[in-house]
């Protein structure tokens, strides 16, 4: 059998570390890219002793070189508390990052999948979002350089297929969640959780009528592994995400439920640029992908509470 040879930038992160458990379960050579800046060595320690997995310490915004036929561009924070801590340092990696990989791509002939995300869609006036959608996005707001770093990315993408003729995938990545999550990330259901577990109250902004869809972790990297080995012709951008709609107070019920937390719902004001709305609309990864999600919130969240006991 002859392995391909894999690299992840962010493999050492949330997504990427499950991505790479993955590839290396189907036989393939890994090797793992991470500055640990928000990726952990421990989501990736019990892959060291397999001989096909390599953990390198290194910048996307740096030049990198190695032999390789695929690569997986993970590499950048992206929870508000860690995109936001260091914007510049964001940009950086969206921007050169990307250039970095798409160089390598170039050179080695690769074959290369930017993890792009829902938020190119910003808050949308659409919904639910298709990829045909332009996006409604502040470029000078709190979050804008993370969602303006990712739809740059995008666009030089599409700039080294068409002039470069790089094999390229872009898949925009909705709500993502699962075991792995950084604790202190300040996403919605890691903070759920560990509130719920620590019986603390539980902050939701606003009213909590804002919606979002949530996917477990599996499900995501099927949606990638299926992207990359879709035929050369179809590029995307496609929507990977779970299209049932929750609001974010019956999420605070549902986690104080499934843990038998003791805590109680109190509210705080909405923060800037916070979308109101974020659903997918998966068609094209239903027809292009055969892709579709299968483990329901209940299940996904279980699995997760579970984890978070065990680092907590």
């Known amino acids: 059998m002859s392995r391909k040879k894999i690299l992840v930038t962010g493999g050492a992160g949330f997504v990427g570390s499950h991505l790479c458990e993955r590839l290396l ?19 990736v320690v019990h892959l060291l002793d397999n001989p096909y997995f390599e953990l390198i310490r290194h910048d996307v915004t740096a030049p990198f070189f190695i032999e390789t036929d695929e690569i997986y561009n993970l590499a950048c924070p992206a929870s508000p508390i860690h995109y936001q801590y260091n914007a510049i340092k964001t940009m950086k990696t969206s921007v050169m990052g990307a250039i970095n990989m798409l160089g390598l791509a170039k050179r080695v002939n690769a074959k290369i999948l930017q993890a792009s995300t829902s938020e190119v869609y910003g808050d949308p006036l659409v919904h639910p979002q298709p990829e045909s959608y332009w996006g409604h996005v502040n470029p000078i707001g709190e979050r804008a350089c993370y969602d303006e770093g990712k739809r740059s990315a995008e666009t030089l993408f599409i700039n080294y297929h068409k002039q470069n003729n790089v094999k390229i995938k872009i898949i925009r990545i909705f709500n993502t969640y699962g075991p792995k999550m950084h604790p202190n990330d300040g996403r919605v259901v890691s ?83 916070d979308p109101m709305q974020r659903q997918p609309d998966i068609s094209i990864a239903k027809k292009e992908l055969d892709w ?18 065990s680092i907590i």
Not at 26 to 37: A, K, Q, S, T
């Open 292 to 309: 579709s999600p299968k483990v329901n919130l209940d299940e996904g969240l279980i699995k997760t509470i579970d984890f978070f006991k």
């Open 25 to 43: 379960n189907e036989g393939n050579e890994v090797y793992c890219l991470d500055n640990f800046f928000t990726g952990q060595k421990q989501n």
């Open 191 to 273: 903070n759920f959780i560990v509130q719920a577990l620590q019986n603390q109250d539980i902050t939701v902004y606003g009213q909590g009528n804002q919606t979002r869809s949530f996917q477990y972790v599996d499900d995501l990297v099927e949606g990638m592994i299926r992207l990359m080995n879709s035929k050369d012709s179809f590029t995307g951008p496609v929507n990977v995400g779970n299209p049932n709609e929750f609001t974010i107070l019956e999420l605070a019920q549902k986690v104080i439920e499934l843990t038998g937390s003791k805590s109680r719902i109190i509210y705080q004001p909405l923060p800037s640029d």
